[in-house]
């Protein structure tokens, strides 16, 4: 039997993971809390074989971060990342953090307990891309990964130069990008194009 723990703020998905695993013969229901930042405490206590990790958690703790943690404290444990945001970075740091494999909410086509079995077999399983998202006129796949840095960038609502400074890259450049992701997706404003953006999940800061 796995013993799983389920990190999910939102009330109606973690009463279906937690469904989900009530009635599964293969795992055990050991925590099901709202916020990452206590995910690692129970890891201590033991336990916990399986967690499914969303990115988004309450008291607005990462659950990308808390992954991190615990694959560095207690690497048995295996993970699996469920998120409905389609933030361009999430794949890449889920397996730079060692999360064994990553699930979307609302597309993903395998269902949830068919890929937490495979996970639990050892088995590494995430989706070949993210999800499509329409930006203005574009397409999330029509834009470059620097682009897209500086879009995330461009909703903190900072000035060019702060994000200049912190991309490292010229004030110069920064306008450049702007200018092209703002004919790319037929938006008049950059205040738009960051609002729209934001809404969309495609870019999000602090997660």
Known sequence: MT?????EDQSMPRQLFEMFVNQSEDFHLAY???????????????????????????????????????????????IIIVTS???????????KAGVESFWYKEIS?????????????????????TPEIKIGNASSYDFTEKELEVLRELTSG?????????LCI????VRSYVKHLLEKTGFESRTKLAVTARESGLVIIGY
């Not at 949830?112 to 891309?129: F, N, Q």
């Open 3 to 7: 013993n799983v723990m389920i990190v």
């Open 32 to 78: 099901s809390i709202e916020s990452a930042a206590m995910a690692d405490l129970y890891c201590m206590n033991g336990g916990v074989d399986l967690i499914l990790m969303d990115i988004c958690t309450a008291l607005g703790e990462s659950g990308l971060e808390a992954a991190e943690r615990i694959k560095k404290k207690y690497p048995n444990v295996k």
């Open 85 to 95: 945001m389609p933030e361009f970075s999430y794949i890449d740091r889920a397996r």
């Open 109 to 129: 086509k395998e269902p949830i307990l068919d890929l937490m079995r495979r996970t639990v077999a050892g088995e590494s399983i995430y989706p070949d891309k």
């Open 158 to 166: 900072d000035s060019d130069a702060e994000i200049a400074e912190r």
């Open 170 to 173: 010229s004030v110069w450049t």
